[in-house]
């Protein structure tokens, strides 16, 4: 008997010690100043074997995060809101969806009518018939992300019309901006930007790096093209959203994590360990 309460107790304080350093519980909460923002790429069940089902977050995931966050007083807004932060409200959240997936459309937009939110759409000109993912790594060269159905402009042309979505740049072809030379720059943020403000008839205030990646050259040029606020892939809260305000953290939501672990990272900006 002796020998089975230890053995108990051993696998309990293992999975206590396994939970804690998974979840980091005990950090302490970030100011809830600071505004939140998220983000998300596709909304839609997981694929069998697929590679990027951390950027597949299932709806019914996505519906139990909006119904706490309004359960919990969070205010949902747009990265605009960001560009004068000191009106927004304790416990701002704002929702970014990057690429332009068409199951933002199909899946999300119900859901951000049905909880009263909104949602930055950092849209790629070209997103048709592109493989991106190999921009980054050679071997993520398996297609899934170009098959994935994209948002067509009509499609868009709605969701602007709705109210509950506004249009952000993430360049013409989702390129590595590392890999760019000053020309290329230019086409695919500031000539990028231009072509969907005119198809699109909206001004383009905010920008999103492509797979985070970017340097002072860069920054030079999303401001010089006339973006005002640009988020990264960095994870965490902002500090301060002006001083930082072309290289803003956001918070990362995993299509493989449970509703617990949202709550932590909208308290603290990071994943547990
Ligand atoms: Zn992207």
Redesign the pocket.
């Known amino acids: 008997v002796t020998v089975a309460v230890t053995g108990a107790i051993v696998v309990a304080a293992l999975l206590a010690a396994w939970f804690s350093h998974r979840y980091a519980w005990w950090r302490r909460s970030v100011d809830y100043d600071r505004p939140r923002i998220l983000m998300y790429h596709m909304v839609s069940e997981h694929r069998r074997g697929a590679v990027f089902n951390k950027l597949r977050v299932p709806p019914a995931a996505f519906a139990a995060q909006l119904r706490w966050l309004r359960d919990d007083g969070w205010h949902f807004a747009c990265m605009s809101a960001l560009e004068t932060p000191q009106a927004l409200p304790r416990k701002t959240v704002i929702l970014t969806f990057?690429?332009g997936y068409g199951d933002n459309l199909e899946a999300a937009d119900p859901l951000l009518e049905r909880y009263g939110a909104c949602a930055t759409l950092y849209l790629v000109e070209g997103r048709f018939d592109r493989d991106w993912s190999t921009s980054k790594k050679a071997h993520h060269d398996s297609g899934e992300l170009m098959r994935e159905r994209k948002l067509s402009d009509t499609e868009v042309e709605s969701m602007l019309a709705s109210g509950r979505w506004e249009l952000g740049g993430?360049t013409r072809t989702?390129a590595n901006l590392a890999r760019a030379g000053d020309d290329e720059r230019h086409e695919e943020i500031a000539a990028a930007r231009r072509t969907l403000a005119a198809r699109f008839d909206v001004p383009l205030t905010s920008f999103?790096y492509?797979?985070g990646i970017y340097g002072s050259r860069d920054i030079e040029a999303v401001r010089a093209a006339g973006f005002r606020t640009a988020v990264t892939t960095q994870e965490g809260i902002p500090e301060d959203p002006l001083r930082q305000a072309l290289e803003l953290p956001r918070i990362k939501v995993s299509g493989k994590e449970g509703l617990f672990a949202f709550r932590l990272r909208l308290r603290t900006g990071r994943r547990g360990a």
């Open positions: 990057d690429d993430h989702h999103a492509p797979f």
